[in-house]
């Protein structure tokens, strides 16, 4: 019994170990757009996924998302030009923007700074796309007008990209200031192997009456 006392301290180690070394990063779309025909300065769209008017930056794909949160990173105001605001015509209250990432990725949230508290978005449904051409509904949120980051959470799903239809604004204009994205790692080689190993010798273990 104390053997198997032991190993099961030592599968609960490996398993924390293993957890922890596997948090989600922070991973920018490559490409974003509007697909719903606002067309302002095309320079604008990257204005939300190039971290400018962000209080702290993050090293894209590599940085720990939960430390990065724990700063309370904020964004600046629409005022000061880092941000995407819709053209003066576009209309007020619904948007449809897009994000493409490089390549197909696994996510559960996307971190969305608003564009302060003049042109914010007040909430957006969420559609996902495994070929960043046919996007399908999947969640809806509601957002406040602070400059903090506002986690959007939701189950793990692998795409290539997601749109925002916006629900509504907090002004005449729609704006936003970053979007990121949080992905989900896969599980490692090693890791699988060592759980092999470890239930392996958890049965070989000899039963005493």
């Known amino acids: 019994m104390k053997t198997i006392a032991v190993l099961a301290v030592g599968i609960f180690m490996a398993v924390a170990s293993c957890a922890a070394s596997q948090a989600g990063v922070l991973v920018?779309?490559?490409?974003a757009y509007s697909p719903s025909g606002f067309q302002d300065n095309s320079t604008n769209y990257s204005r939300m996924?190039?971290?400018?008017?962000?209080?702290?930056?993050?090293?894209?794909?590599?940085?720990?998302?939960?430390?990065?949160?724990?700063?309370?990173?904020?964004h600046a105001n629409y005022v000061s030009g880092v941000s995407w605001v819709s053209p003066w015509n576009g209309g007020a209250g619904t948007a449809s923007v897009a994000f493409i990432f490089s390549s197909s990725i696994t996510i559960d949230r996307v971190i969305v700074w608003n564009a302060g508290t003049g042109y914010a978005i007040s909430g957006f449904d969420l559609y996902t796309s495994?070929?960043?051409?046919?996007?399908?509904?999947?969640?809806?949120?509601?957002?406040?007008?602070?400059?903090?980051?506002?986690?959007?959470?939701?189950?793990?799903?692998?795409?290539?990209?997601?749109?925002?239809?916006t629900t509504g604004v907090?002004?005449?204009?729609?704006?936003?200031?970053?979007?990121?994205?949080?992905?989900?790692?896969?599980?490692?080689?090693?890791?699988?192997?060592?759980?092999?190993?470890?239930c392996l010798a958890f049965f070989r273990i000899p039963r005493t009456s």
């Open 28 to 31: 920018s779309p490559s490409l």
């Open 49 to 74: 996924i190039d971290q400018s008017g962000l209080s702290n930056n993050f090293v894209d794909g590599f940085s720990d998302a939960e430390e990065f949160l724990s700063l309370s990173p904020t």
């Open 130 to 165: 495994p070929d960043g051409n046919n996007f399908t509904y999947l969640a809806m949120f509601s957002l406040a007008q602070g400059d903090f980051a506002q986690v959007c959470s939701f189950p793990a799903i692998e795409m290539l990209g997601f749109r925002f239809q």
């Open 170 to 198: 907090y002004s005449n204009r729609i704006g936003i200031g970053e979007v990121v994205a949080v992905s989900v790692p896969e599980p490692s080689v090693g890791m699988l192997v060592v759980g092999s190993l470890l």
